[in-house]
């Protein structure tokens, strides 16, 4: 898969100087798999991405930060539900122990897109870096998808 290629090469370029090492000394990374944006209304204050960030490593790895180029602000949050009110609580990072798969998915762990600078089209991509806790950094490129779309058809969600 295409975007799956892309992602794995960014991580390699950014663990380091040589490719050659990555097998030996391999910097933390992960796989990051169903990327997508929900695509929001013209006018929307903020969307939100998903995605499942798998950990093949033996060591915990941590996505302490993101950004994106065309919003304004880049958050990592958990949606919670807490006797019947919705809200979004910040994090400080998202820890992906390892040999385990941590999904962004909505309800739960997602990147807030603050304050998008122009409209945001279906099929468009918006490219996500991710910060890890060892100071290296992961691309994602995730195309912006109807959540009905990108949830399987029944739309269902919290
Ligand atoms: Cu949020």
Same mark, same amino acid.
Request: charged share 20%.
């Given at each position: 898969?295409?975007?799956?290629?892309?992602? =794995?090469?960014?991580?390699?370029?950014?663990?380091?100087?040589?490719?050659?090492?990555?097998?030996?000394? #391999?910097?933390?990374?992960?796989?990051?798999?169903?990327?997508?944006?929900?695509?929001?209304?013209?006018?929307?204050?903020? %969307?939100?991405?998903?995605?499942?960030?798998?950990?093949?490593?033996? +060591?915990?790895?941590?996505?302490?930060?993101?950004?994106?180029?065309?919003?304004?602000?880049?958050?990592?949050? @958990?949606?919670?539900? +807490?006797? *019947?009110?919705? =809200?979004?609580? +910040? #994090?400080?990072?998202? %820890?992906?122990?390892? *040999? /385990?798969?941590?999904?962004?998915?909505?309800?739960?762990?997602?990147?807030?897109?603050?304050?998008?600078?122009?409209?945001? @089209?279906?099929?468009?991509?918006?490219?996500? /870096?991710?910060?890890?806790?060892?100071?290296?950094?992961? /691309?994602? @490129?995730?195309?912006?998808?109807?959540?009905?779309?990108?949830?399987?058809?029944?739309?269902?969600?919290?």
């Amino acid at each position: 898969m295409m975007r799956f290629t892309g992602v =794995r090469f960014a991580a390699l370029l950014i663990g380091g100087t040589l490719l050659a090492s990555a097998a030996v000394a #391999q910097a933390s990374e992960l796989d990051v798999q169903n990327p997508w944006v929900a695509l929001a209304p013209p006018g929307a204050h903020a %969307t939100a991405a998903f995605m499942e960030l798998n950990n093949p490593g033996d +060591e915990a790895v941590d996505v302490v930060s993101a950004d994106a180029d065309g919003f304004k602000a880049v958050e990592l949050h @958990e949606s919670v539900n +807490e006797d *019947g009110m919705h =809200r979004m609580i +910040e #994090q400080d990072r998202i %820890t992906v122990p390892a *040999g /385990e798969t941590v999904s962004l998915a909505p309800g739960g762990y997602h990147v807030m897109l603050i304050g998008p600078e122009r409209s945001l @089209e279906e099929g468009e991509t918006v490219v996500i /870096e991710l910060g890890l806790g060892d100071g290296s950094k992961l /691309e994602v @490129e995730a195309p912006i998808t109807p959540r009905e779309k990108a949830m399987g058809g029944d739309g269902h969600m919290h």
